[in-house]
């Protein structure tokens, strides 16, 4: 009964179904569980990592979030922001071994987990007691800047991005 619910034969049509998981593999399990249970119809299923889903999202429609990004953004992964955040670094005549970029990154990855903007992470922490938070904000932002001037997205703006598009 549940898999012909899920495949289109009572309530839902296929293409209006969305399998969302963690991990590449256990998308592809899914998406030959599903074809094994609907056949044909699981064509139209989407079976994604949440990634690969919120790309899909967003290459379609980006654009409508009026941000400044078009539809053949490129991906940055941690490696690249990494690059980023060492340049920014250098430009600010910021030390490594003080601004680690790893850590720095994670502490953006937060703010953006929180849908914290460059600007309210500032706002918010322009009286902190740790004295790098607000050098911080400042590489936030800076960050972001560059990302929209290559016209790329890390992992937490996919994410990011289409929950403001949704």
């Given amino acids: 009964r549940e898999a012909h619910r899920l495949c289109g034969m009572e309530r839902a049509a296929p293409w209006s179904v969305i399998?969302?998981?963690f991990t590449n593999k256990a998308a592809g399990e899914?998406?030959?569980r599903l074809?094994?249970?609907c056949g044909p119809a699981a064509k139209d299923i989407w079976a994604a990592t949440f990634h690969s889903a919120c790309i899909r999202i967003l290459r379609r429609d980006i654009e409508r979030l009026g941000l400044g990004f078009s539809s053949n953004f490129t991906i940055y992964d941690t490696d690249d922001s990494k690059r980023?955040?060492?340049d920014i670094l250098k430009a600010m005549s910021l030390d490594e071994k003080e601004f680690q970029p790893r850590s720095v990154?994670?502490?953006i990855s937060n703010a953006k987990d929180q849908d914290q903007s460059p600007e309210q992470f500032a706002h918010e922490n322009q009286t902190s007691h740790d004295w790098r938070m607000?050098?911080?904000?400042?590489?936030y932002a800076?960050?972001?800047?560059?990302?929209?001037e290559a016209n790329a997205l890390d992992f937490d703006d996919i994410i990011l991005h289409t929950v403001?598009?949704?």
Avoid: D, F, S
């Fill in 19 to 21: 399998a969302i998981t």
């Fill in 30 to 32: 899914l998406k030959e």
């Fill in 35 to 37: 074809e094994r249970m």
């Fill in 84 to 86: 980023v955040i060492k």
């Fill in 105 to 107: 990154l994670h502490i």
């Fill in 134 to 139: 607000p050098r911080i904000a400042e590489i």
């Fill in 142 to 148: 800076g960050y972001q800047r560059r990302l929209r």
């Fill in 164 to 166: 403001h598009l949704l």
